[in-house]
C-alpha cells in the first residue's frame, strides 16, 4: 500500500544520537552495519505467496485497463519504474503504475502533495484509489517484498537514517504496514506544506519510522494479519482503522506520544526522528 510519493531527506545538520553521542553523523550509506534480520519464517512466506497470488489475479485487470487508460492519456509508459532499497540495503527496481505527467520534471525523491499540478486527472484517481499499488503484488512473489513490512525507500531517505532507523531496512519492504494505515492519504496530509520535503521529516517520518520499528522488533504472523486486516479496515473507516494502530503502538511501544500521534495525524507537531533528539530543521540542496 501507500508511497505514491517519493521523499529526500539528506540532512545538512548533524544528528544528535539518543545515546549521549553529540555530534555522531548518520552513517553513510551503504553501511556495513546493517544487520539484516533471519530469513523469513516459512509460514510468512507462505501467507506472502498466497496473498500474492490473490493480489496478482483479482489486480490484474484493474492493471490493465489503468495501463490502457493511462497510454490513452499521454501515449508513454504507463508503468513509473525506480530504484528502491530493499532489506540489507539491497536496491531492486520497483514498479508502479504512473500518475504523473511524462511531460513534467519529477526527480524520484520528491513528495507529492495531493495538489501537485504534475499528477494528472487519472493519477488522482490511481493515487486515491490505490490501484496505482498493485504491481507491488509481482514484487511479493518474486520475494523482493513482503504483504506486510516498512514501506520500500528511496536511496536518499535511506542515506538520511539515523543508526536506529537503519534497523527499518534489515528485514523486507511491504505493501502495507502501520504507518502506511496512519498516512494512507499523506498527499492530503502535507497539501498545505510549503515545503513537503521538509514537513515531511518534521511532521511524518519520525512516527512513520517508529511504527516501522515496531514490526521489525514483534513481526510475526498474528501481527502481519492484523495489520492486514487494518489495511482492509481503512479502505471503509479510517477512524476504526486509527484506532487499532493506536492500540497496538499502546501494546509495543513505551512512549504514549506515538498513539496520540497516529490519531491526530492531520495535527502533528515537529518531532525527532528515532535515534535522533533534535528536530530535522533543515534538508541539504538536491
Do not use: C
Request: no cysteine.
Amino acid at each position: 500500500m501507500l508511497d505514491g510519493f517519493h521523499t529526500q531527506a539528506k540532512q545538512s545538520d548533524t544528528i544528535n544520537q539518543d545515546n549521549g553521542d553529540v555530534g555522531r553523523k548518520v552513517i553513510p550509506f551503504p553501511s556495513s552495519r546493517i544487520r539484516v534480520a533471519p530469513t523469513q519464517s516459512p509460514l510468512l512466506r507462505l501467507i506472502d505467496i498466497a496473498g500474492g497470488l490473490v493480489g496478482t489475479i483479482l489486480g490484474a485487470p484493474f492493471i490493465l485497463l489503468a495501463m490502457i487508460a493511462i497510454w490513452l492519456e499521454d501515449f508513454h509508459n504507463p508503468f513509473y519504474i525506480a530504484e528502491r532499497i530493499g532489506a540489507g540495503g539491497r536496491p531492486f527496481r520497483f514498479i508502479k503504475l504512473r500518475s504523473i505527467s511524462m511531460k513534467k520534471n519529477v526527480k524520484p525523491d520528491e513528495i507529492i502533495s495531493s495538489r501537485d499540478p504534475r499528477v494528472t486527472r487519472l493519477g488522482h484517481f490511481l493515487r486515491a484509489s490505490k490501484i496505482d499499488e498493485l504491481p507491488q503484488f509481482w514484487h511479493v512473489l518474486a520475494g523482493q517484498m513482503s504483504l506486510v513490512g516498512p514501506r520500500a525507500n528511496v536511496r536518499s531517505i535511506v542515506d538520511a537514517f539515523t543508526e536506529e532507523e537503519r534497523r527499518i531496512i534489515s528485514i523486507k519492504p511491504g505493501i502495507t504496514d502501520l504507518a502506511s494505515i496512519v498516512f494512507m492519504n499523506l498527499g492530503k496530509v502535507l497539501e498545505h506544506s510549503e515545503n513537503p520535503k521538509l514537513d515531511y521529516n518534521r511532521l511524518v517520518r519520525p512516527w512513520k519510522s517508529r511504527l516501522a520499528l515496531i514490526y521489525v522488533d514483534n513481526a510475526s504472523v498474528g501481527l502481519a494479519l492484523r495489520i492486514l486486516w487494518l489495511t482492509v479496515v481503512a479502505f471503509f473507516s479510517q477512524q476504526a482503522a486509527l484506532r487499532g494502530v493506536a492500540r497496538i503502538a499502546d501494546a509495543y511501544h513505551p512512549d504514549p506520544k506515538l498513539a496520540q500521534a497516529v490519531l491526530s495525524r492531520d495535527r502533528l507537531e515537529p518531532y525527532p526522528p528515532p535515534g535522533a533528539s533534535e528536530v530535522v530543521t533543515s534538508l541539504q540542496a538536491s
